[in-house]
């Protein structure tokens, strides 16, 4: 387990539903038609405190982990309140104990800015999925227009002590991964994007 | 409707707040490459700590982005403006421009975002 992170995380919780108020209303619906694609046995990784279950549709069985506790506390009543079944369970993505295709759906939501080593968790993430399986993605990455970047580059240093990294290629960390891209869908910008992918 | 009122006066805020900055800290006749980068440096700062202060109300990339062009690139304008003595008289018409110089981008970066968003790959599988 990577202490590090988890601590991070772990501070990040305190203010992590007050900070994301404004993204949870804007970005919400997009989540929402994302996961309008979930179907099977689903994973969902980083689950912070559950503000992303309200865009579940309801009556799914779901995993959802996440690297720290104090998140996975806060998330406990969100998880109660799906109609459907969420199961917590703290677990780093980099070394997740389920045996290979387990997965019909893997989601994400602003998870590879944050995983210190994107690409070996997205090649976990291939191993526990089943071979006609779909990653969904809902993920911030760095912008490919100028000034946008580079200000994204500036401002990592900073926001990578208090959570994510802000210049991830997320898109790219994917392929490197092994998957094949089914869908990549600008949101806001080309920061915030949906990102589907299947086994390449 | 909140978001859209919001990120425009965020955005006027951060021109007016960026105008008046850079009015403090250069004077007419300064030499204009120095005015322009102070410009540039009080801008970011302006645009990170507000930005920062505003993004839980409305969301971070829609007031980080306007805020840092803003920031970087009003805070040049104005350095330029005012390094000429070719500024607004009063403090009151520079935080004007500032508010205008702040709205126009907000708006260039709505529009920007609407030609950018949607699929960019779709394999349609």
Same mark, same amino acid.
Request: one cysteine or more.
């Given at each position: 387990?990577?202490?590090?992170?988890?601590?991070?995380?772990?501070?990040?919780?305190?203010?992590?539903?007050?900070?994301?108020?404004?993204?949870?209303?804007?970005?919400?619906?997009?989540?929402?038609?994302?996961?309008?694609?979930?179907?099977?046995?689903?994973?969902?990784?980083?689950?912070?405190?559950? +503000?992303?279950?309200?865009?579940?549709?309801?009556?799914?069985? =779901?995993?959802? =982990?996440?690297?720290?506790?104090?998140?996975?506390?806060?998330?406990?009543?969100?998880?109660?309140?799906?109609? $459907?079944?969420?199961?917590?369970?703290?677990?780093?993505?980099?070394?997740?104990?389920?045996?290979? %295709?387990?997965?019909?759906?893997? &989601?994400?939501?602003?998870?590879?800015?944050?995983?210190?080593?994107? &690409?070996?968790?997205?090649?976990?993430?291939?191993? &526990?999925?089943?071979?006609?399986?779909?990653?969904?993605?809902?993920?911030?990455?760095?912008?490919?227009?100028?000034?946008? $970047?580079?200000?994204?580059?500036?401002?990592?240093?900073?926001?990578?002590?208090?959570?994510?990294?802000? +210049?991830?290629?997320?898109?790219?960390?994917?392929?490197? %991964?092994?998957?094949?891209?089914?869908?990549?869908?600008? &949101?806001?910008?080309?920061?915030?994007?949906?990102?589907?992918?299947?086994? $390449? | 409707?909140?978001?859209?009122?919001?990120?425009?006066?965020?955005?006027?805020?951060?021109?007016?707040?960026?105008?008046?900055?850079?009015?403090?800290?250069? @004077?007419?006749?300064?030499?204009?490459?120095?005015?322009?980068?102070?410009?540039?440096?009080?801008?970011?700062?302006?645009?990170?700590?507000?930005?920062?202060?505003?993004?839980? @109300?409305?969301?971070?990339?829609?007031?980080?982005?306007?805020?840092?062009?803003?920031?970087?690139?009003?805070?040049?304008?104005?350095?330029?403006?005012?390094?000429?003595?070719?500024?607004?008289?009063?403090?009151?018409?520079?935080?004007?421009?500032?508010?205008?110089?702040?709205?126009?981008?907000?708006?260039?970066?709505?529009?920007?975002?609407?030609?950018?968003?949607?699929?960019?790959?779709?394999?349609?599988?």
């Amino acid at each position: 387990m990577d202490t590090e992170t988890q601590r991070k995380w772990d501070e990040a919780s305190r203010t992590f539903d007050w900070l994301t108020f404004a993204d949870d209303h804007r970005l919400g619906p997009h989540k929402r038609r994302l996961f309008s694609k979930i179907r099977g046995a689903t994973l969902m990784v980083a689950a912070g405190t559950g +503000n992303d279950f309200k865009f579940f549709p309801p009556g799914q069985r =779901i995993i959802a =982990i996440d690297i720290s506790p104090k998140m996975l506390e806060r998330a406990a009543k969100k998880a109660t309140a799906y109609p $459907g079944t969420i199961e917590l369970r703290e677990m780093d993505v980099g070394a997740l104990p389920f045996p290979d %295709a387990s997965f019909d759906t893997i &989601v994400t939501v602003c998870t590879f800015c944050s995983v210190p080593k994107p &690409v070996a968790g997205l090649r976990e993430l291939y191993r &526990v999925l089943k071979p006609d399986g779909q990653l969904l993605m809902f993920e911030h990455v760095r912008s490919k227009i100028g000034p946008f $970047g580079i200000l994204l580059d500036l401002m990592t240093p900073l926001s990578r002590r208090l959570g994510p990294d802000l +210049n991830r290629d997320t898109v790219g960390n994917v392929q490197k %991964a092994g998957f094949r891209l089914r869908r990549e869908e600008n &949101v806001y910008l080309d920061i915030v994007k949906i990102i589907e992918a299947v086994k $390449g | 409707m909140y978001f859209t009122i919001g990120d425009y006066v965020a955005g006027m805020f951060i021109g007016a707040l960026t105008a008046l900055s850079v009015r403090a800290a250069v @004077w007419p006749g300064m030499d204009m490459v120095i005015a322009m980068l102070l410009g540039m440096g009080i801008g970011m700062v302006i645009h990170l700590v507000l930005g920062l202060v505003l993004s839980p @109300w409305l969301g971070m990339f829609e007031t980080m982005m306007p805020a840092s062009v803003i920031g970087m690139y009003g805070g040049m304008f104005f350095g330029m403006r005012d390094s000429m003595a070719a500024g607004s008289p009063t403090l009151t018409a520079a935080a004007i421009v500032g508010m205008l110089f702040g709205a126009l981008v907000v708006l260039g970066v709505k529009i920007y975002n609407r030609a950018l968003r949607g699929a960019v790959v779709d394999t349609g599988d």
